[in-house]
């Protein structure tokens, strides 16, 4: 079987690294090429032995917008073209879109009969945009794949006659292996680089691209309080605010000055931990005490399920794909976003307790084996390509 898959953006966050653990545990017998801008994550998916085809990009937001509307369906009516060509060219049996933006293009790129998969990784904001950006997916589409149940409703009340199906990512437990990396030796690291007092403080962290829904700001607070009440505690930022595009939904890069004047104002300056974008990122999440995903909605929450692997308790938002992920007091902690009161005593109630600590690692490593696997994933996927090259048999 000869896939195409296509990417809408260069940059490399949570969606296309399930792309890529996808692609690199692909059997033989499937022929992989990935349509995407040149950038980063092309050069990541040449780094694993496969070819790219570079495509027009685009950062439009779903917002309708007077002059970035228009910009945007212009770039990606270039980008549907490019693919048509490139699918034909390779005679792709099934094109799978890693995202909205890229399901647009397939939808706009008119492929049929070839079967095409659109996935769709995040919860749209209400309005006429997102409903007709839905509609015409679920229209176009041999089959949608959402990442949680969640996110499936959330496709489900704009378009109900979407072909849905639910695939859960997946985590690389080799890579996020507690037995690889020995924790007393990630805090002395960690120690190395940010200063000793970090060492036996309650470290606390959260992984993620920094912006508004990502709720940075509640993690702050929640240390904020936890100092407050004598809780030795620090807070690492992993993450930088990767999309800042006047077109984007969201003002990132206002936020990112937002939290530094928040952090400045309550002195909590040598608490907090800018760490931006690594490549040790595993490292860096074995050494906390509890990840924090403190989030206002999250479609699923990669981040939980990493941590999850390397036996580190999780806070999570009760909002949106976690409840799929960890079941409350048993891997964890669900959350209502928002309430940083309810973060710091969760936080302080397992930095409190090392039996209880170890006990939501153990059960997190557990879950993350049963369900979270690379090779499930990977044969979900097969099997979705499968039953999409059958109804489109069927409708031919």
């Not at 022929?31 to 040449?46: F, I, K």
């Not at 970090?198 to 829904?213: E, H, K, N, T, Y």
Request: net charge positive; hydrophobic share 45%; aromatic share 4%.
């Amino acid at each position: 079987m000869d896939v195409l898959y296509v990417n809408h953006t260069a940059t490399i966050s949570g969606g296309e690294r399930s792309l890529l653990i996808l692609l690199g545990g692909l059997p033989a017998s499937v022929g992989a090429l990935v349509a995407t801008p040149d950038g980063a994550l092309a050069e990541a998916v040449r780094g694993l032995g496969l070819h790219t085809s570079p495509i027009t990009g685009t950062a439009g937001s779903l917002r309708l917008h007077p002059l970035h509307t228009p910009i945007a369906l212009a770039q990606l009516m270039i980008a549907a073209a490019q693919v048509r060509r490139t699918a034909r060219r390779m005679g792709a049996d099934v094109v799978h879109a890693n995202s909205i933006r890229a399901g647009i293009a397939l939808g706009l790129g008119r492929l049929a009969p070839t079967p095409t998969v659109v996935h769709v990784r995040d919860c749209l904001p209400a309005g006429a945009a997102s409903t007709a950006t839905l509609r015409l997916i679920a229209a176009t589409a041999t089959t949608v794949v959402a990442n949680s149940a969640y996110t499936a409703r959330s496709v489900r009340s704009a378009a109900p006659r979407a072909r849905l199906e639910v695939v859960h990512n997946p985590v690389d437990l080799t890579r996020f292996d507690p037995g690889r990396i020995d924790r007393l030796t990630a805090r002395a690291r960690l120690a190395g680089e940010l200063g000793e007092a970090v060492r036996g403080r309650l470290l606390l962290g959260v992984v993620a691209q920094i912006s508004p829904w990502k709720g940075q700001d509640t993690a702050v607070e929640a240390l904020r309080l936890l100092v407050r009440e004598g809780v030795d505690a620090h807070l690492l930022l992993i993450g930088s605010a990767k999309f800042v595009a006047s077109s984007t939904r969201f003002d990132n890069e206002g936020f990112v000055e937002r939290l530094r004047q928040r952090i400045a104002s309550s002195g909590l300056q040598e608490r907090v931990s800018w760490l931006g974008e690594r490549e040790d990122v595993p490292e860096l999440v074995r050494a906390l005490d509890v990840l924090m995903l403190p989030s206002h909605e999250e479609p699923f929450g990669r981040a939980l399920i990493e941590a999850m692997a390397l036996e580190v308790p999780v806070l999570a938002t009760d909002v949106g794909g976690p409840s799929e992920i960890i079941v409350d007091g048993r891997e964890g902690y669900l959350l209502p976003p928002r309430q940083p009161e309810a973060w710091a005593r969760a936080a302080a109630a397992i930095g409190a307790d090392a039996e209880l600590a170890a006990a939501l690692g153990a059960a997190g490593r557990r879950r993350v084996e049963e369900a979270f696997t690379v090779s499930r994933h990977v044969r979900s996927m097969l099997d979705v390509y499968e039953r999409a090259r059958a109804a489109s048999a069927e409708r031919a």
